[in-house]
């Protein structure tokens, strides 16, 4: 008995180390196994982040659905490592096949998401300056979504980023302070960023998020701390729009077939004038 909980550290440990291996395999770029006619390609790219905890697994299963459909292809793959530091994978030839681009933060489970604000600015700035990127869309889930309108509202005036496009949210708490409480620090620093709205820009974002059956929540974000978005972009030259999906939990926004085939609509369609 002894013996057997002297190992059970290293097997817990062990095992722990394991999955995180396992989970940070991304797929490997693959082309488009087909090309839509209902489909405009283009050579702007779309990135996808995960959120907190969230790794190669987030993504995997809407990759190799987009790329059989035939919307788009996974191109790269931008790993950023404990440090900071940004790792490319992949070999993309700029060319107009609706590119994708698969973000994984090796420390994910930071105490907040500031730390990927940094990180997410770093790689559009190292995707403008490696590719010639000048334009981009998002789709991110969770803190990821979080961390990519900060992204773009503190950030995106600068001249050496690329410009948004189109921004997916999936879920994302903008404002997670309590009803009738007080904003949280980082919607705070949102509010007062406002003034680096594009006036003339014409993005679009578009706020996606689900509900569980008889409540004001997907099981881990509260609706009132998604739409919080709603008074940050209004007034400016973003197209903002939001999209209840009830029925569906935290998890199923970006791992459910229902959702993928959404996301790919929201990314690659005509918005609704």
């Known amino acids: ?25 991304a797929i490997a770029p693959q082309p488009l196994a087909q090309r839509r006619t209902d489909v405009t ?12 905890g969230g790794h190669a697994w987030t993504y995997n299963g809407l990759l190799r659905w ?22 490319f994978a992949g070999d993309w030839s700029v060319t107009e096949t609706n590119p994708l681009i698969q973000v994984l ?20 700035a190292a995707l403008k300056a490696r590719y010639g990127v000048t334009a981009y869309n998002a789709v991110a889930h969770s803190w990821g979504g979080s961390a990519a309108v900060h992204t773009f509202v503190l950030n995106g005036h600068r001249s050496e980023l690329p410009q948004l496009r189109r921004l997916i949210l999936l879920g994302a708490p903008v404002n997670e302070g309590k009803v009738g409480g007080p ?4 919607y ?13 820009h014409h993005g679009a974002v578009i706020n996606v ?3 569980l059956s008889g409540r004001l929540t997907d099981g881990s974000v509260p609706v009132h701390q998604v739409t919080a978005l709603r008074p940050i972009l209004a007034g400016s030259a973003i197209t903002y729009q939001e999209i209840h999906v009830p029925g569906t ?6 791992a459910s077939p229902k959702m993928w085939q959404l996301i790919a609509n929201l990314i690659w369609d005509e918005l609704p004038k």
Not at 41 to 52: A, D, H, K, Q
Not at 67 to 77: D, E, R, S, W
Not at 105 to 124: C, E, G, M
Not at 189 to 200: F, I, K, M, T
């Open 105 to 124: 933060f090796d420390h994910s489970l930071t105490r907040d998401y500031q730390p990927q604000v940094r990180w997410l600015t770093a790689i559009l």
């Open 66 to 87: 987009l790329a059989q459909q035939g919307y788009g292809h996974k191109v790269l793959t931008v790993r950023v490592d404990w440090r900071g530091d940004l790792h």
């Open 188 to 200: 705070e620093r949102l509010r007062a960023a406002r003034h680096h709205l594009p006036v003339s």
């Open 41 to 52: 390609y283009s050579s702007v790219p779309t990135l996808l982040i995960p959120g907190w």
């Open 1 to 25: 008995m002894t013996l057997k909980w002297h190992w059970l550290p290293t097997i817990v440990v062990g095992g722990w180390l394991s999955y995180r291996w396992v989970s940070q395999l």
């Open 249 to 254: 939990s935290h998890g199923q926004l970006h």
């Open 183 to 186: 904003a949280d620090a980082a």
């Open 209 to 211: 998020y689900g509900t």
